[in-house]
C-alpha cells in the first residue's frame, strides 16, 4: 500500500478562501516573473543603452545585434525544446562548429548539399543522443558531454585536425547569410520563421504537449499515455538539426567553415533559455522568453563592445550571474508558493 | 454479467506472496470496497488489475472476456482507469491541458484548437463542481480540485471501471461530498468503481460491496451493509487470528514497571502539521511502551517522525527529560536521545550499499573518533556488541546490507539507533516484512529494552502485537487523538471499538 | 571500505556485471601497457613515463575532488572555471611571493565551493544546475580578471612546483600522490569519508540518523572546487604561463570519465580512489597511445567519448538491479 510517509508532505494547501485567493495571488506574481522577467530587464537594459551609447541608437547597430543574435537564437530555440523535458544537450557547441565545417566543405557540391550534409550529420548525432538518452537512460548530461567531445573529434577530423579551413564556393549559399531582405538580414528571418514555427509547435501541437508533460513529471506523463521515448528522441534531434543548421548559417555569413571552437555556445544558449523563464528542471517556460534571453545576452554583448576597453568576457560572467539569480529566484519563488 | 472479474489470482515477488489465490468482482453500477491493512495485498491487486504486474497465476476476465494488460496504457484504453493517492498529472501544465492530453481537439489544419479546448474543458468540470479558471495551472488548484480533474480526466476517456486509491486522504469534508456526488453520478451511469479508503464513515456511505483482503489472502467478500464496523475492522486486523497467536506468536510479556515517581522520558504536546496532525499529545514514562493505534493514514508515521525531527511541524513541543527541543531537527532530536525508526526501511533506514559495520556505526561515528579520524577498534567494539547481542546473521561485519534479510536489516538499523543511547526509541512498524523467528527477537528486544529503562513508541498494523507490546494505546484518527486505552482497556477489542467508532463530526 | 567483496554466487554473467565497472580498468590498462610495450617504440623509457605521468596529474587531482562529490550522488561541472581562475590569480599576486600567489588561487576555490555548496545544501538545487552558473561564468570572469592575456610566469619556485624534482619524480607527480593518499585517507578514515558515503547512499537515512548533511554537503563542494584549483595552480607552473582561457578547458569531462571508469557509480554512496586514479591513466594512456601512433588528437576524442559513454552504461547495469 503506498505509505504516507513520504517525507515531504503532500502539498496540501491552505484551502479556506483566504488561502486560495493568496496562492492565487501569489502564483500569479511568480508567473508573471517567470514569463515576462527577461522581457522586462531586456526593455530596461535597451533603455539604458540607448541613453548612455550614442552609437547604439542606429538601425545599423540594431541589426548587427540581430544578425548576431540568429545562430545563437537557433541554438536557443533547441535549447527550449531540450530543457522543458527536464534535460539537457551540451553538444550544440561542438555540433555548431561541426555545422559550419560541413556546411562549407559541402558547398563545393552546392547549396542543397551545403545545407542537407550539416542538417543530416548534426540530426544524426542528435537522433544518438535522444536514442541513448530514451533507451538506455542515462543521465542527458553525460551522453551529450560525449557527443560533444565526438562531434568535436569528427570535426577536427574532417579538417585534418583544424589545419584545413573550407572556404564557401557557393554564391547561393553565402547568400544565406550575407543577404538581406528588406533590410534585414536573410538570417535573422531565417530565425524569425523557425521561431514562430516553434512557437506554433509547442503550443498548438501534440508534441508540444508532450514536451510540457514530459518535464512536469515523466512517470504521470508516462500514465497519461505521452510517447515518453518518441518525444524526448524528438527535442534530441531537434536540438541537433537547429545547432547544425546555426553552424551552416554562420559558415555561409563568414564565408568559411571555421574551425576554431565556438566553446560556450552551448552555455549561452543554456543561459538564455533560463534567464528566458524557462525552468532548468523543465515543464514550464516559453520561446518567447528565450527569445528575450537571447536578445538580452546580445544586447549586452554589444554594449560591452561599445565601452571599447571592456574584456568580452564580462559576457560570460553577466550570463553565469543571471543564470545563478535566476535558478534562485524560481526555486525560492517555488517554494514561497508552496508554503502558501 | 460482472464488469470485471480477478478469478484465483497469485502474484509472488522475492520472498513474499503478494497474491494467493485472490478472486474479486465487480458488477456494473457497483461501488466495491477494498480494504485491507499494510501488506495486505490491495497494491498488488491494483497493479494487475492495471497492468503494471502480471499475475503469477489466475485469470482477469473484463466485461465477459478473459484479458491480460501488458502495460498501464493497455488497461486504460481498454477503460480501467485509476485515481492515485497522489494525483497522477502535470502540476506545471494549466487544467485544460491536463484534463485533454493526449486528445486535444483540433482545428481545420490539425492545430489544438485552445478556444474549444478550454470551453469544453470548463463545461465538463462544471459538472465535477470545479469553476477554478481552466487556464490555471493545475498545481495552483487545492487538491481536492485536483482530484476531480483526475477523476473527470478517466471518465472522459470511456472508462467502465474506475479504481480509486484512497482518493480522499488529502480532500476536505466539502471536497469529500461532492467526490461522493460525482461517484453516485458514475454509478448511475453502470460505471463499476474500486474504492480504497480506510475511513469507516466514507466506506459505509458510498460502497455497497466489500472486499477484505489480509497476508495477501481474501479474507471476506460480500454487502457492507451486512458488516457490522467491528466485524470489518476485526476481519481487517486479523482478530480470529489471535488464539493460533496467543500460542507462543508474541513475545511480549506484560506490563512493564516503571521507576516511581519518575517523570515522563518524552512529552509530546500540540503536535500540529497542515491537514495531517491535529494537536497530537501524549506522554512516554522511562520503561514504558507506549503504542499510537489507528488505521493507515491516521497520522501515525508522521507523528513519528514529527518527533524524531523529520516532519514539518506547525506547532506543539517535544520534550525528552524535560528538556524542549527547539525547532527540531534530526540532528538536535538525535542528540536529545530520540531515536527513529523509520517505517519504510529501505528508503529511509539502511544504507544498502555500505556494510554493516558502517551502518550500525552512521550515527556515533563522531563518539568512535579522534580529530575526526575514526578508531576501528572502538567501532569494532560497538559493532561486535550490538551483532552479538541482536543477533544480526551476517557473514561478517564487512556484509553489504543490502545482501542481507529483511529481519537482518531491521536489526542493522536497531542497532545503529541503540548504539546512540537513546532515552526514547520510536518505532514504526519494527516487525513488517520480516519473517516469524525474527518477529520473535525483535518483540523481545523491544521488551528487553523497555526493562532497561528505555521510553518506547510502537507502531504496528498488527493489533495483537500493539496491544500485547504496549502499556497503553493512544488511538488516532485522521491526525488527532481519538482515545486513550489503559490498563484493561488495552484489548483488541477496546483498540477496534475505538477505531471504528463513527466520529461525530470530521475534525476541521 | 571501498574493495568489499561482494559475496554473488549467481550465474557468471551477473558476476561480469559485477566485476567489469570495477576491476575493468584495471585489466585495459594492463592491456594497453602490454600493447605499447610491444607495438610502441620507446614506450618503456623514463623519459617517457615522467611526462605520462606529469600529464596525468591535474586530471587525478580534479577526478579526486570530482569522486567526492559523485559520492554524495553530485555532480560539478565548475572545475574548470576553477582551474581558470586559479591560473588567473597566480600572475596578479605572484608579485607578493609564492605562497601568496598560492594562496590566493585557494581562496578562489574555497569560494567557488561555498557557492556551490550553499546552493546544492541549503537552496536545495540539484548539482548539475547549482553548478552551472559558475561553469558558465567562471572561466568568463577568469579571463577578464587575467585581462584576457597569456603571462608569462618566471618566479623560480613556481616553476619548482612544475617541473622541479623530487628523489627522481617531478614535484608535480609526488603533489598528485600525496593527494591521492590523503583522499583516500579522508575516506576511509575519518568520519566526514564515512557520513560523505552514507549521505550519497541514502540521504533520508542520512538524515534521520543525525548526520550533518548539509554540512557534509558543503564540505565536499569545498573540497572538489579546492582541489581544482590546486590541479588550475600546478598546470600554470608546469605550462610556465597562466591563460585562463585554456586552462582546464574540458575537464570536468575527463575528471567525470576518469571517476566513472574507475568505477565510482553516478548514483552515489560509493567512491573509488584508486580506481579514479586508474582511471585517468587509463585515458592518458589512450590519449598516448593514438599519439604514438600518429592518430590525431580527433580519434583521441572520438575514442574518449566512446569510453565514457560505454563505462557509464556498464555501471548503469549495476545500479538498476
Redesign the interface.
Known sequence: MKTLNA?VPATAGSTGPNGVERTDRTDRIVGLVQRQGALAVLVTVTLVALAVFPDFRSLDNAGTILVAAAPPMLIALGMTFVILTGG?DLSVGSLYVLGGVLAAWASQYGFVYALLVPLAVCGGIGLFNGL?IAY????P???T??????A??????ISD?GSTTYVVESDAFGTLGTGSLLGIGNQVWLAALLVLIGMVVLARTGFGQSVFALGGSEDAAGLMGVAVRRTKIGVYVLSGLLAGLAGAVNAAKLGSGVTVLG??ME??A??AVVIGGTL??GGAGSIGGTVAGVLLLGVIQNMINQVGDL???????????F??VV??AQ??LNRLRRVH | MALLEVVDVSKTFPGVKALDGVSFTLQPGEVHALVGENGAGKSTLIKVLTGVYQPDRGEIHYQGQPRSFAAPMDAQRAGISTIYQEVNLIPLMSVAQNLFLGREPRNAVGMIDRGRMEREAREILAEYGVTADVRRRLGTLPLGAQQMVALARAVMIDARVVIMDEPTSSLEPREVQTLFSVIRRLHGQGIGIVYVSHRMDELYEICESVTILRDGRLVHTGRLADLERIELVSLMLGREMSEVRRQGFTEFGGDHETPEGAGPVLRVDGLTSRTKLHDVTFDVRPGEVVGLGGLLGAGRSETIKAI?G?YPLDGGTVEVDGVSLKRPT??R???AGIA?Q?EDRK?????????VR?NI???V??KT?RF???SDARIDEIVQRYMSRLRIKA?GP???VG?LSGGNQQKVLLA?LLA?GPKVLLLDEPTRGIDVGAKAEVQSLIEELAAEGLGVVLVSSDAEELVEGSDRVVVLRDGAVVGHLTGDRVTTEDLMASIAAAAPESPA | ?TT?T??TRPTDLSRVRTWLPEYGVYLAIALLIAYNIVFTPYFLTVSNLRIQLIQVAPIVIVALGMALVIGTEG?D?SVGSVMALAAALIPLYLGYGVVAAILASLVAGLAVGL?NGL?VAR????P???T??????????A??VS??KLKDIRNPGMLYLGSGDLFGLPVLVWIAAALVLVVAFVVR????G??L??VG??R?????????VKRVLITVYVTCAVLASIAGLLSVARIQSSDA?AVG??I??SA?TAV?VGGTP?TG??VKVVGTVAGAILMQLVIATMIKHDL???????????I??VA??VA?ERT?R
Open positions: 517525507g539537457i541513448l538506455t537512460r542515462m543521465a548530461f553525460i551522453v558531454l560525449a557527443a560533444l567531445l565526438g568535436r573529434g569528427v570535426m577536427r577530423a585536425e566553446a560556450g552555455l549561452d543554456i543561459a532548468l528542471t574584456n568580452s568576457n564580462w559576457q560570460q560572467v553577466i550570463s553565469g550571474t543564470l545563478a535558478v534562485v526555486t525560492v | 524524531g523529520a534530526t540532528e532530536a538525535v542528540k527513529v523509520p528508503a529511509e533506514g539502511i544504507v544498502a550499499g555500505l556494510s558502517d556505526a552512521l550515527a561515528l563522531s573518533s575526526g579520524i575514526v557473514s564487512d556484509q553489504r545482501d545503529r546512540t | 571500505m568489499t561482494i559475496k555532480i561541472l557557492i546552493l537552496v536545495g538545487l540539484q548539475i544546475v547549482a552551472l552558473a559558475l561553469f558558465v561564468g567562471g572561466r568568463g570572469l579571463v577578464v585581462d584576457g578514515r575519518t568520519v566526514f564515512r557520513r558515503l552514507a547512499g541514502n533520508p537515512a542520512a538524515e534521520l540518523a543525525g548526520l550533518p582561457s578547458l574540458l570536468e569531462l567525470i566513472v553516478l554512496g560509493k590525431g588528437p580527433s580519434t583521441a576524442e572520438m575514442a574518449q567519448a566512446v565514457i559513454l557509464v552504461y548503469r538498476t
